[in-house]
């Protein structure tokens, strides 16, 4: 039996912070108390004092390139990251080659997790023009949702017949997540900057190219479309102060119909990085203005916004160094997320206590997720410590994505993550990732 003590942490759960003791006995969390003794002689002891005992985070969007995309990223790579920055649970998306638009693709995906990965895993249905059949097909209880790309993406997986968009919407009772970006505003804003500066566009000009009003236009239509048909909608990036809008914070997450998210990025970057990050950071959504970024912690703090994810895209270093035009969007985040939050907490932005509701809780409870995202007896021992007085520095050698860089390179975090347990097993200890893939499959209460 592996059985393990985690004493003397200030145990971050529901909204409250309490110094305790929690007994890991295989998978499970089976006691939570001021002070435990230990009971077996080969119970493994840690103490945490001093540290924060999270449940581990839950991303509730990625892209971990495999299959067909694997020199950018495969799942033994981005979740040994994963992992490594306190985050025990992602959901990924299906723009991997080929698109995940079919059951026996997506089924793929998950055979290929089962044996590799070091978080647990789901794996996102992939909606098209012309795939409704295949989207109905899916199982509510052991996938995550339906994804939808309302702007550019790879292959086939525009989704821009409205007729197509109405009917998903209409007849699929599990949750659509969206990607929202106009692609005619964008088509238009990118001829006009074309005509300006040619093939050398300036990195400076993403966020106008792909612009608040593209966001705005397709979030507000997928809301709008969610409302009259009553499907259950989850808005991914969202990054503008416009979009605030149309989200509300009047009634409980669990009645809400339609959740948004905000990613890492949009939280700590804003326009004016582009003169040093330059491609980067970029992302789309773009990475906007700054009065973009208050408008987003607003409505982070004010329960507009219910989860904070990163959107991990990681690409080479060499595809990122092309001109603007040629450089593809995205960068590698889950290593460092959880921390990038608590630099936040230690700047006066957001307590910790908001971090755990955000990364652990609500993903946990919008996507209906079983036993995880709380520290709870009878959950599933996935948890995080952070000590967040261990300074440490992101260089080259300690970034584990297999892209081998970061936005964060050179960055003095002032918290690091020390232990993260995935299913009651020690996987991660003071950047070494124990060498053994322990994540399962998302299971999902509906």
């Known amino acids: 039996m592996n059985t393990v003590l985690i004493k003397n942490a200030k145990i971050v759960n529901e909204g409250i912070i309490f110094e305790g003791d929690v007994l890991i006995e295989n998978e499970f969390i089976v006691e939570i108390a001021e002070s435990i003794s230990p009971k077996k002689s080969n119970c493994k002891i840690i103490d945490a004092e001093g540290s924060y005992l999270i449940p581990g985070a839950i991303d509730d969007q990625v892209h971990f390139r495999e299959p067909g995309l694997t020199h950018k990223g495969d799942i033994v790579s981005e979740s040994r990251a994963a992992v490594a920055g306190g985050i025990t649970s992602f959901i990924e998306q299906p723009n991997t080659i080929p698109n995940a638009v079919t059951q026996e693709i997506l089924e793929e995906k998950y055979q290929i997790a089962a044996k590799t990965s070091y978080a647990n895993y789901s ?184 989860v904070i994810a990163t959107d991990h895209a990681p690409h080479t270093l060499e595809e990122k160094q092309q001109n603007y035009l040629k450089a593809p969007s995205g960068g590698p985040l889950v290593q460092h997320a959880v921390v990038a939050m608590f630099e936040a907490n230690h700047q006066g932005k957001i307590s910790v206590e908001k971090i ?57 975090f002032k918290s690091r993550i020390t232990h993260t347990f995935v299913n009651g097993e020690l996987v991660y200890q003071n950047f070494k990732v124990k060498d053994i893939p322990f994540g399962k499959r998302l299971l999902f209460d509906r």
């Open 123 to 306: 794996f996102m249905m992939g909606g098209t023009n012309d795939n409704l059949g295949e989207i109905l097909k899916t199982n509510p209880k052991n996938v995550a949702g339906i994804k939808l790309f309302l702007g550019s993406s790879t292959g086939n997986m525009l989704v821009d017949n409205q007729e197509a968009l109405e009917k998903i919407f209409s007849s699929t009772k599990m949750l659509i997540a969206v990607h929202c970006e106009d692609e005619a505003t964008i088509k238009s804003n990118l001829e006009r900057y074309k005509l300006q500066f040619g093939e050398d566009i300036p990195i400076e000009f993403h966020h106008l190219i792909r612009s608040a009003e593209a966001c705005y236009i397709s979030s507000s239509k997928a809301i709008a479309l969610a409302k009259k048909t009553g499907a259950r909608l989850h808005v991914f990036h969202l990054s503008t102060a416009k979009e605030m809008e149309l989200f509300t914070n009047k009634i409980p997450l669990e009645e809400k119909q339609i959740t948004a998210e905000v990613c890492v990025h949009h939280l700590w970057f804003s326009d004016e990085d582009y003169k040093t990050k330059g491609n980067f950071i970029k992302w789309n959504p773009a990475i906007k203005t700054a009065e973009d970024r208050t408008a987003l912690w607003e409505a982070l703090l004010d329960d507009r916004i219910d």
């Open 356 to 412: 755990v509701e955000k990364m652990c809780h609500n993903p946990a409870k919008i996507f209906k997720i079983e036993k995880r995202g709380f520290i709870k007896e009878g959950f599933y021992a996935d948890l995080t410590i952070v000590n967040p007085s261990l300074p440490w520095n992101v260089k080259k050698e300690n970034i584990l994505a297999k892209c081998g860089w970061s936005p964060f390179e050179g960055y003095n």
